[in-house]
């Protein structure tokens, strides 16, 4: 049973770019869970989405950035325009139904 | 409860000592806890959980202790080794599969 996958790892992306971080949950897990983290810093909760349903965004910037979970595929986490203080490291979760997360590498997006 | 960007707090022991890391949650509704490690350039990694049923709950050589009365949570590793060398974040979730995490502890273990 493969872990959270996450992709790119590292991702480099110019001032006004589109970034799409993905997501694949571990098999079974229909709950995901996306996180930012500058250095030296905690984890910010951004979005917690079940499949197709966006369940709690309270922690995502009401502009650029949105975020999804199909039926089928990844979850994916779209910032659009990227400006420099986007540049974080980007953790996505996923947890069966009831149960502990588990967290995937991390996508690290530099923002040039 | 959540991060709030703060810089992270620090704590150094001796390798071979007992580590004790805190956390203080802000929701009594809380019925689940999480404890993670991250290293370094890695996402966060699951060490031991307990329920809001359980005031203590062991694994091997890290111990979590929680205090609902006062909205605390402990994590003890015992004979801390250089490997121990991380941040620990607790994590508080909600029924309903909410996480909170809370802003982390860097632990610097000293040879």
């Known amino acids: 049973n493969a872990g959270v996958m996450q992709n790119p790892r590292h991702l480099v992306r110019r001032r006004g770019q589109e970034a799409r971080l993905r997501c694949s949950p571990m098999?079974?897990?229909?709950?995901v869970y996306w996180y930012r983290q500058l250095p030296e810093e905690g984890l910010k909760f951004m979005v917690y989405l079940q499949k197709e349903n966006i369940i709690d965004e309270s922690g995502m910037p009401k502009e650029r950035f949105s975020a999804e979970f199909p039926k089928e595929g990844p979850s994916i986490l779209r910032i659009q325009q990227v400006v420099r203080g986007d540049s974080a490291a980007y953790f996505c979760a996923s947890s069966p139904q009831e149960g502990k997360a588990f967290f995937g590498q991390g996508t690290r997006l530099t923002v040039v | 409860g959540e991060s709030v960007g703060l810089h992270l707090p620090t704590l150094s022991v001796q390798e071979g000592d007992n580590s004790i890391i805190n956390c203080a949650y802000s929701?009594?509704?809380?019925?689940?806890f999480i404890w993670y490690k991250q290293e370094s350039g890695k996402g966060p990694q699951f060490i031991i959980d307990i329920r809001s049923n359980m005031d203590k709950r062991q694994g091997q050589r890290v111990t979590v202790l929680l205090n609902k009365t006062v909205k605390h949570l402990s994590l003890q590793i015992a004979a801390t080794q250089p490997g121990d060398s991380a941040v620990y974040f607790c994590?508080?979730?909600?029924?309903?599969?909410?996480?909170?995490f809370g802003t982390g502890t860097s632990l610097t273990v000293i040879p």
């Open positions: 929701n009594s509704a809380s019925d689940y």
């Open positions: 994590a508080e979730i909600i029924t309903g599969n909410q996480f909170y």
């Open positions: 098999k079974g897990h229909s709950h």
